[in-house]
């Protein structure tokens, strides 16, 4: 019996331990500190040696303004000998909360001593300055470090000081000399220096960034210089600039840099910078010695072409791609070409039985699974735009099946469900929805919880599903790019369904139809009835974000364009849009971005 007792004692003794530090921590955090003090009282007894109770303890006290308690309690601890010099430092902050600086320097010099008896007291030390933004005394610990033991290095650390200091220059010197000399990557510093510029190229922080760089490409003829102008020009959406750069790394490199070129060209091109991406493609055209790298510029310049909408251009594409395909020929290799043609002949000529044809070719070549998922599901995508519902599923369903935990797989069961939306099978579009929205793809989980909420909605309030059916045919209309049908469907829906729950779902779309035919106008009407008429359904957010984007894009009203995002910021924080809207809000302030 009594070994059982001195047993549960042991066991006891810990568990009321970690009771304290828990209650401690909450009573802190809650800001009760005159609770949280008894608990840090009986830890710091217990556990004298634990550094994070006797911070805990000492900030309770400081809290409460009991700085006397802290005195005594801090000279104990140097009174007993062998003790850590950041006692001192937090003995002179203590003088300081007092108001009394001269009294807290003395202690902070004291500590600053300690460091020649043991340079490695060094970081500690500087840690604590820096914890209670006592820059300069940090600074002067680190250096005091290294000069005493030559094999220290904090100037990493160092220069991120200067940062906080807001001695820029120095900062940017600091890290590109770390850099040169092989003490950090690029990616750190670039992570560093990325919380100091903005999108801005006249920002005055870019601009002694550039002065910097210039200054060390003349110095040395290093192509980290032209890689670092080339990121720095990104960042201020300069892609003219940025090419200019890349051209000159690709040339010293002998050509092996053409990822860093398509890259760049991407980018152009989805911020609609279509002349510098062209630019950017036909120099990889031209350049590239690889058949793939070669032919996917010409499927980017393709699709530049394609961004203009003039028919007349059509039948000149459609020569240039045959001219490809008489080129690589039918291959696994070269899978992107057969399908952009498909695609081409299908929703730009409305031509969908050729597609079919040449697709249904494509998978009589040698392919891997993924290479097979990745035709079906263009395949499909096809067949539903020919209205061959039942065929295309068959293949969205041999994808879904072969790469179930693939987010091709998940992509595919939502092709399921759309087409099943499609045809009018409400009910089994459900089903496939429903395992979607626990999906891995953000993008994917939220179309899935879109649609099904659509359907959810519209089927319980209206039993034979009549305005359902309607919208689920301006979907299709508009998938097929018959974009006025689409439109004049949602009319239907909008005059003859009014207060209905379908309505907000039909202003949304049209919208977006309407955008597509620079109907800008007409598109913020839609979006601004469903901010007043619909503020606390489902689509608010969804209507603010393309509002938002509308004004910002388009309009060129930047002021209104952040009064949306900000709706979002403070309205909507669980929404899909929510990262992107405080991004662009943000960026129209004038924030650095990270």
């Known amino acids: 019996m009594r070994i059982i007792l001195i047993i549960l004692v042991f066991c006891c003794a810990p568990m009321a331990s970690a009771q304290d530090d828990f209650l401690a921590k909450q009573y802190f955090n809650d800001g009760d500190f005159e ?43 140097i009174g007993q000998g062998n003790t850590h010099p950041i ?143 080339s990121w720095l020009f990104v960042q201020q959406k300069q892609y ?38 062209k630019s950017i493609f036909e120099y990889i055209s031209e350049k590239s010695v690889d058949e793939i790298t070669q032919l996917n510029a010409q499927l980017n310049l393709i699709d530049i072409q394609l961004l203009e909408e003039d028919k007349k251009n059509l039948t000149g594409i459609d020569q240039q791609f045959k001219d490809l395909i008489a080129t690589h020929g039918y291959k696994s290799q070269t899978l992107q070409l057969q399908i952009a043609y498909a695609n081409f002949l299908t929703f730009r000529r409305d031509s969908p039985e050729p597609a079919i044809g040449i697709l249904k070719n494509c998978l009589e070549l040698p392919l891997n699974t993924r290479g097979k998922a990745y035709v079906k599901l263009a395949l499909g995508d096809i067949l539903v735009f020919d209205k061959k519902f039942n065929e295309a599923l068959i293949y969205f369903s041999q994808v879904q099946k072969s790469l179930k935990n693939d987010v091709l797989g998940q992509n595919a069961r939502f092709k399921v469900a759309q087409t099943s939306f499609y045809k009018g099978d409400f009910d089994w579009a459900l089903t496939q929805l429903k395992v979607l929205r626990s999906s891995t793809s953000q993008l994917i989980a939220n179309d899935a919880m879109q649609l099904s909420l659509l359907i959810a909605d519209n089927s319980l309030e209206d039993s034979t599903q009549i305005a359902l059916k309607k919208y689920a045919r301006a979907d299709l209309l ?90 979002i910021i403070y309205n909507y924080q669980d929404s899909y849009y929510f990262p992107q809207a405080r991004k662009n809000f943000r960026m129209l302030r004038g924030d650095s971005i990270n």
């Open 87 to 229: 006692l001192l430092i937090q003995l002179g902050y203590n003088h300081a909360l007092q108001n009394a600086p001269e009294k807290a320097s003395e202690y902070y010099q004291q500590a600053l001593s300690e460091i020649e008896r043991n340079p490695n007291y060094g970081y500690a030390i500087a840690q604590r300055f820096q914890e209670y933004s006592l820059l300069d005394y940090t600074l002067s610990a680190y250096k005091k470090a290294m000069e005493l033991n030559p094999t220290l290095d904090y100037n990493y650390q160092m220069a991120r000081i200067y940062g906080e200091q807001g001695n820029i220059d120095k900062m940017y010197d600091s890290y590109l000399n770390l850099l040169v000399n092989g003490k950090t990557s690029k990616s750190n510093v670039l992570r560093s220096i990325d919380d100091f510029i903005s999108a801005d190229p006249e920002n005055e922080n870019n601009l002694k960034l550039k002065k910097a760089l210039l200054k060390h490409a003349q110095q040395d003829p290093n192509l980290l210089w032209n890689d670092l102008l």
């Open 35 to 77: 609770k949280a003090v008894v608990f840090y009282e009986k830890l710091v007894i217990k556990n004298p040696r634990r550094t994070d109770y006797s911070d805990g303890l000492i900030a309770c006290y400081q809290q409460l303004e009991r700085y006397s308690d802290v005195e005594d309690f801090l000279l104990e601890k």
């Open 478 to 567: 508009a998938y097929q790019k018959k974009t006025k049908e689409a439109i004049a469907v949602l009319d239907d829906i909008l005059q003859n369904h009014k207060g209905e729950k379908i309505e907000d779902e039909a202003l949304l779309k049209q919208g977006e139809l309407l955008v597509g035919l620079k109907d800008y106008e007409a598109a913020k009407f839609n979006y601004q009835k469903i901010t007043e008429f619909y503020a606390n359904d489902i689509l608010a957010d969804d209507a603010l974000f393309a509002l938002g984007e509308l004004y910002r894009n388009v309009l060129n009203e930047p002021e209104k364009a952040k009064e949306q995002y900000e709706k």
């Open 240 to 277: 003219n600039s940025a090419f200019r750069q890349e051209k000159a790394i690709f040339k010293r490199m002998d050509g092996g840099t053409i990822q860093r070129l398509e890259n760049l060209g991407n980018l152009a091109l989805n911020d609609n910078e279509t002349e510098i991406a």
